[in-house]
């Protein structure tokens, strides 16, 4: 008996609806369409909050302590790009030989037409290569080349920049296995270790290829064991501190990572004094892209031109930088 009541009462209340929807089939279309907006607008009001933690794209996360926040004239909220104080193309370990000297012109080309990607390109203010320019090691394996031919060879990779300018040279390893260090200032016009003032930023340019613990010049006829890893002697780092007291804006360059120097502490120490003074630290040797800090300081490792076949945009703004690799 209680069954069949509430089936009919069940059936009375579905047969009412359906009556009550054939009756009021305009209200009923009114009454979906407004449960339909407001579904849709707690979704929008959802994903909003959700996503409204500051994101960016990978390639502006290089060099860029993204908790501390952005400049907003360098790259605003909405990832438009603004105007850098300083840009600089950066090549690194082109090994030239062969058909190498093509790639390096190719490099050339690119940096000053534009950059890949870009909105807007800006043309870089100076390019600089990170050293092992030249391979000149050896002949074929038997023995070394005359240096004769191993400037000859630098020249050739140097006149492939196609006459940018300003162009920079670091002295990398490869280099001082095949010439002497007197012959290398030569052709770059300046000391082995150098620096130069250029928009208000100082750059400078260190050498490690020197021996640990005496100091002396790494170079053709006088190779010992420990080449690769690099030395800084007492005489550059005192060059180098003095240089990071004149300004409150620095850029470093070095062949050899400051990391693997065989004494990186004592770098480290010192760079770790001045960190609030130095933008970016940028290495070459190891031939592979990598960003990270030294001394708490934005470092990165550049690629080979010869083997990953990248090379990298830097742009400065302020205090901070961001860098883009970039395949040739």
Known sequence: M???IIDKI???KIKNFKE????????????????IIVIALVVAIFSFSFNSKKTYPKQFQNNIDISSGMDEDFVSENMTRRRSDLVIGVMSDSHAEGNIYSMIAKFAKEVHIQEKGEMNPEKPDFIIELGDFIENRNVDGNGKQPIAEGIAEWKRADESLLGF??????AGNHEMFSLRK????????????????TKNYQIIVLDANYWFPTGEDVERDREKPGAYAGFIPEKEK?????KLQENSQNIIFVHHPLYGLLNSIEIEELLTKYKDKVILIASGHKHTAKSS??????????PSLNIKKQYAIIKIKGQKSMTSFINL
């Open 2 to 4: 209680k069954k069949k």
């Open 10 to 12: 069940k059936n009375l």
């Open 20 to 35: 009550f929807i054939l009756k009021n089939r305009k209200k009923a279309k009114i009454i979906l369409l407004i449960l």
């Open 165 to 170: 300018e300003p162009r920079y040279h670091v």
């Open 182 to 197: 007197k012959d290398y200032e030569k052709l770059i016009g300046s000391d082995s270790y150098y620096s130069f003032m």
């Open 238 to 242: 005192k060059w180098l501190e003095e």
């Open 293 to 302: 800090t030294f001394a708490g300081i934005d470092y990165i490792d550049m």
